[in-house]
């Protein structure tokens, strides 16, 4: 199993951490609001423990669980705390109507975290593609990751397997813009039919 740090507080961290727990995994939740990161903790079981804001965090792949808008202030605060880890950036970029991406042509939100964390870490995207409600609410899942370095997919691949869902690589963290614009994908179809109860996922046939 593995040694998960949660930065933020939020509904996707909650989600994922109490599948984590349930995983067999140690999990660390942090916030700036430490009395929420205490509680959090509580509520999770299973020895989940409360760290402390822009202390190095005790786990070696750390998921940051903010908003895009909010990333590099908080990778700054952090600096060398994230040196040798593997980051999880699960983000998404989309704009304030969601039909469009923040970010410049031929860039990404995780690539952008990439040049913002020391260079011995690794950034893995992972997790934008689902709903946290939908994630929260249990069964299999299909998990969309980019990365550029191959030893940090597998342990980020490992990480989802433990929670039940299947990792798919979809690439290199280039790819990672693709990734991103599929929240706009999901929000039109949500808004459009679907509803929101909805996943992502690839169907391997033959």
Same mark, same amino acid.
């Given at each position: 199993?593995? &040694?998960?740090?949660?930065?933020?507080?939020? *509904?996707?961290?909650?989600?994922? #951490?109490?599948?984590?727990? $349930?995983?067999?995994?140690?999990? $660390?939740?942090?916030?700036?609001?430490?009395?929420?990161?205490?509680?959090?903790?509580?509520?999770? *079981? *299973?020895?989940?423990?409360?760290?402390?804001?822009?202390?190095? +965090?005790?786990?070696?792949?750390?998921? /940051?669980?903010? !908003?895009?808008?909010?990333?590099? +202030?908080?990778?700054?605060?952090? *600096?060398?705390?994230?040196?040798?880890?593997?980051?999880?950036?699960?983000?998404?970029?989309?704009?304030?109507?969601?039909?469009?991406?923040?970010? +410049?042509?031929?860039?990404?939100?995780?690539?952008?975290?990439?040049?913002?964390? !020391?260079? &011995? #870490?690794?950034?893995?995207?992972?997790?934008?593609?689902?709903?946290?409600?939908? /994630?929260?609410?249990?069964? +299999?899942?299909?998990?969309?990751?980019?990365?550029?370095?191959?030893? #940090?997919?597998?342990?980020?691949?490992?990480?989802? $397997? &433990? %929670?039940? %869902?299947? !990792? /798919?690589?979809?690439?290199?963290?280039?790819?990672?813009?693709?990734?991103?614009?599929?929240?706009? %994908?999901?929000?039109?179809?949500?808004?459009?039919?679907?509803?929101?109860?909805?996943?992502?996922?690839?169907?391997?046939?033959?």
């Amino acid at each position: 199993m593995s &040694s998960i740090s949660f930065i933020g507080l939020g *509904g996707m961290a909650r989600a994922i #951490a109490a599948r984590a727990v $349930e995983g067999g995994n140690a999990v $660390e939740v942090i916030g700036r609001d430490q009395a929420k990161a205490e509680d959090l903790a509580a509520a999770l *079981g *299973g020895g989940a423990t409360a760290g402390t804001f822009a202390a190095a +965090p005790a786990g070696d792949i750390v998921i /940051l669980a903010v !908003p895009y808008a909010s990333a590099a +202030p908080v990778l700054a605060q952090y *600096g060398d705390a994230l040196a040798g880890k593997v980051v999880i950036d699960i983000s998404n970029t989309f704009n304030a109507d969601a039909t469009g991406l923040v970010t +410049p042509d031929g860039t990404s939100g995780a690539q952008e975290i990439a040049k913002a964390v !020391p260079a &011995s #870490a690794h950034v893995v995207k992972a997790f934008n593609t689902v709903f946290g409600h939908v /994630l929260a609410q249990g069964g +299999p899942l299909d998990v969309l990751i980019a990365g550029d370095d191959a030893d #940090a997919k597998g342990r980020v691949s490992a990480f989802i $397997e &433990s %929670l039940g %869902l299947r !990792p /798919l690589d979809t690439g290199d963290l280039a790819t990672a813009r693709w990734l991103e614009a599929v929240g706009p %994908l999901l929000m039109g179809l949500a808004r459009h039919g679907a509803g929101f109860n909805i996943s992502l996922g690839v169907n391997v046939s033959g």
